[in-house]
T-cell receptor, first 116, second 114 residues
Framework: GAGVSQSPRYKVAKRGQDVALRCDPI?????LFWYQQALGQGPEFLTY????????KSGLPSDRFFAERPEGSVSTLKIQRTQQEDSAVYLC??????????????FGPGTRLTVL | AQSVAQPEDQVNVAEGNPLTVKCTYS??????LFWYVQYPNRGLQFLLK??????LVKGSYGFEAEFNKSQTSFHLKKPSALVSDSALYFC????????????FGKGTRLSVIA
């Protein structure tokens, strides 16, 4: 378990369905981040956890998006009533940074969500 | 607000030639700067970062980047390109002074031609 893992790798949902995306960070990493990467774009920040505390959710695009990290390790990003504009790759990253500063963020392979 | 610009969508270079991928940034304070590479269907892999100190930063796979404060640039370079360097490259920045997220550029696709 050297790196960040995400599951599922691919998810197809019908419009209106709820989806849940899972992230397993590097063991011992305090900080966890979620990003959304639209086709042809760079990743855009969604939300940030330090241990189990969600310290920044300013990037979540709507109240249909919800993230949790109840035990300070695994995190789940949930999207309710999916819309076609939610189609993107969702990236998770973790770092050992306790102050959200200089430490490198290590990324998982992403979950490609397609909403039909 | 902080931002990153990668002015080239695509860079083509012959194998063995030097390569440069450009990045300029805007932050209100001092910047933390990062370069990541993304291969197809893979997540982002860290290449190098500038936090403080020497303006020339050396990273993985022979890549380096030069921090230029006056030009607000952080161009990625490699003396001799390999075909296997072909990928999507992202520059990212965050403000030293603020509790702000990492902001990424749109990416530059590098193609190294044999």
């Amino acid at each position: 378990g050297a790196g960040v893992s995400q599951s599922p790798r691919y998810k197809v949902a019908k419009r209106g369905q709820d989806v849940a995306l899972r992230c397993d960070p590097i063991s011992g990493h305090v900080s966890l981040f979620w990003y959304q990467q639209a086709l042809g774009q760079g990743p855009e920040f969604l939300t940030y956890f330090q241990n189990e505390a969600q310290l920044d959710k300013s990037g979540l695009p709507s109240d249909r998006f919800f993230a949790e990290r109840p035990e300070g390790s695994v995190s789940t990003l949930k999207i309710q009533r999916t819309q076609q504009e939610d189609s993107a790759v969702y990236l998770c990253a973790s770092s050992s940074d306790r102050v959200r500063g200089t430490d490198t963020q290590y990324f998982g392979p992403g979950t490609r969500l397609t909403v039909l | 607000a902080q931002s990153v610009a990668q002015p080239e969508d695509q860079v083509n270079v012959a194998e063995g030639n030097p390569l440069t991928v450009k990045c300029t940034y805007s932050v209100s304070g001092n910047p933390y700067l990062f370069w990541y590479v993304q291969y197809p269907n893979r997540g982002l892999q860290f290449l190098l970062k500038y936090i403080t100190g020497d303006n020339l930063v050396k990273g993985s796979y022979g890549f380096e980047a030069e921090f230029n404060k006056s030009q607000t640039s952080f161009h990625l370079k490699k003396p001799s390109a390999l075909v296997s360097d072909s990928a999507l490259y992202f520059c990212a920045v965050r403000d030293f002074s603020g509790n702000t997220p990492l902001v990424f550029g749109k990416g530059t696709r590098l193609s190294v031609i044999a």
